[in-house]
């Protein structure tokens, strides 16, 4: 019987592992219909500076950035949709949750942001929802108001 698992880690190479990859697309599927605990946000900026405001906003927020990678499609897509870049979130400790379903052998990165690049130049922000998260036993109540609240700081400095 499979079980699904929630877990923090600071192992950078799973967080590379999972980070480096494309989302599936029944990944990006639930984040369109809302069915995952993210935000979709549509940047003022093109995606190197919206890197930079949420890098910065982030930091200043106490929340640090442990990766910033970029990933590219698996398809032949059209060069605005070929390339996305990514920032994974953790907590003062350097960790970040992992979490696995039983239907899936992918682990997913829920503090993963996405950013990719609309066709009229702006950028598509796909960030952790803190509000849908609750703490457990490895997260305490204070990084999720601060994750809480830096997805409301982001909002703010983005668009």
């Known amino acids: 019987m499979r079980m699904s698992r929630y877990w923090m880690t600071g192992s950078m190479a799973l967080i590379l592992l999972v980070a480096g990859r494309w ?64 920032l994974v979130l953790g907590d003062a400790d350097g960790r970040t949750p992992v979490w696995q379903s039983a239907e899936s052998a992918t682990p997913y990165l829920p503090w993963r942001v996405m950013i990719r690049r609309l066709a009229d130049g702006r950028a598509e922000v796909s960030l952790p929802d803190a509000s849908n998260a609750h703490a457990t036993d490895e997260l305490d109540e204070g990084t999720l108001s601060r994750l809480n609240d830096l997805s409301k700081v982001i909002e703010r400095s983005i668009t």
């Open 23 to 86: 989302p599936q697309r029944n990944e990006l599927d639930d984040e369109r219909e809302g069915q995952s605990a993210r935000v979709t946000l549509i940047s003022k900026y093109e995606v190197d500076e919206t890197m930079r405001q949420i890098e910065r906003t982030a930091r200043k927020n106490g929340v640090p950035v442990l990766l910033r990678t970029a990933v590219k499609s698996p398809d032949d897509k059209a060069a605005t949709e070929a390339e996305a870049q990514v």
